[in-house]
């Protein structure tokens, strides 16, 4: 007897499963609870891109603008940890997780978010600290997803045991580095695609209307800097949910296999039904 | 005529009516016998009262954990607000 391999395959094949067919409404309020996100961090990164070597003059005005990323981090923070929670309990309550409702969902317990906010503001620290290194940069983000990924675990918050009850989710190694490289290809890929389907629909729309529609041919091209740094951001908004999905199934499993309680099922499976005698 | 060791303890456990009380629970005033009574903090408690001192003490604790942590997750978004900023800032420069 012998147990099947956690792959990178099946932990993607059970996230995909998640987000589209299992859980989209949860997926879809992560990514309303990114939006404002994504878009803030969008405009910061095109307004620094204008500002070029005259940005360190405009120290408080970027500043202001850091602001409101941190405000809306606070917001992507909590749509993460309810996702990651939401995926959980799919994960876990089979047919009962069904009758679970949406108010019962957002209910996260204080102990563990706290714990996630502080894990995950720790990455951004050392993202910020670290990422210009570049090879810290996946590594920041496993750190960050993994801390949403086990926010729903039952633990004891502390500076250092946040932080220890991340690293101790680390594993398996080959399955985390299968699914960043794997998320690293998806975002060139996703971008790709955003910004080809608006310039079919600047084409569609110019055809159909009969106007050249000029204005939008040159706002959504790849000329256009902003346009770029928004596809960008929305390529990341659009892999957020399958990106932490496949961190929580891949904590889970490997859960699982730890504890046993994937033979437990296993067995349960194969167990023949019970005869009831007349 | 012997005089007994403790007068205010009654002489028999309220668990086990065969065993004699050496203490008072100070919680619930109740009569222990030696297996019953545990010494907490110099004070002599049974089981009951003892898992509720836990309890609380164990609430405090982690109510006191949590604001600290909260304090340590503010500073630090403080702290990413400005290298936001400045690390942007400097990128933008180099780039």
Redesign the interface.
């Known amino acids: 007897m012998s147990r099947r391999e956690l792959t990178t395959g099946a932990v993607l094949d059970t996230a995909v499963d998640l987000v589209s067919r299992r859980l989209p409404g949860m997926a879809g309020l992560l990514m309303l609870a990114s939006l404002p996100l994504r878009f803030l961090e969008a405009w910061l990164a095109n307004r620094l891109l204008q500002l070029g070597d005259k940005a360190s003059e405009h120290v408080s005005y970027l500043t202001g603008l850091s602001v409101w990323v941190t405000l809306s981090l606070l917001l992507a923070f909590w749509g993460r940890a309810v996702w990651a929670r939401s995926c959980t309990l799919a994960l876990t309550g089979g047919e009962a997780e069904r009758r679970i409702s949406w108010r019962e969902r957002l209910r996260l317990s204080p102990a563990g978010l706290v714990s996630y906010l502080y894990a995950a503001t720790v990455a951004e620290v050392l993202f910020f600290a670290l990422g210009w290194t570049l090879v810290a940069l996946p590594v920041l983000a496993v750190l960050g997803g993994l801390a949403a990924a086990t926010s729903a675990l039952d633990h004891r918050p502390g500076l250092f045991a946040s932080l220890g009850h991340v690293l101790r989710h680390a594993r398996p190694f080959g399955v985390l580095a299968g699914l960043t490289l794997v998320f690293l290809m998806g975002v060139p890929v996703v971008f790709l695609n955003l910004s080809m389907l608006f310039q079919i629909l600047v084409w569609a729309a110019g055809g159909m209307t009969g106007t050249a529609g000029a204005w939008w041919e040159v706002a959504l091209s790849w000329e256009n800097q902003q346009f770029v740094v928004l596809a960008c951001a929305g390529a990341i908004l659009l892999l957020e949910p399958f990106w932490l999905a496949a961190l929580v199934v891949a904590v889970r499993q490997a859960r699982a296999r730890q504890s046993g309680e994937d033979l437990a099922a296993w067995f349960a499976a194969l167990r023949p039904p019970v005869q009831e005698e007349a | 005529m012997r005089l007994p060791l403790r007068p205010t303890v009654p002489h028999r456990c309220f668990n086990h009516p065969d065993r004699p009380a050496l203490a008072i629970c100070v919680d619930c005033r109740k009569p222990l016998c030696q297996g019953c009574s545990t010494l907490w903090e110099g004070i002599h408690c049974c089981v009951d009262c003892l898992a509720k001192r836990r309890a609380t003490a164990g609430e405090r604790s982690?109510g006191l954990?949590?604001v600290?942590?909260?304090v340590?997750?503010l500073a630090?978004?403080a702290?990413?607000?400005?290298?936001?900023?400045?690390?942007?800032?400097?990128?933008?420069?180099v780039?």
């Open positions: 982690g954990r949590l600290f942590l909260t340590a997750t630090l978004l702290v990413a607000t400005i290298l936001r900023s400045w690390i942007g800032a400097a990128l933008a420069e780039l």
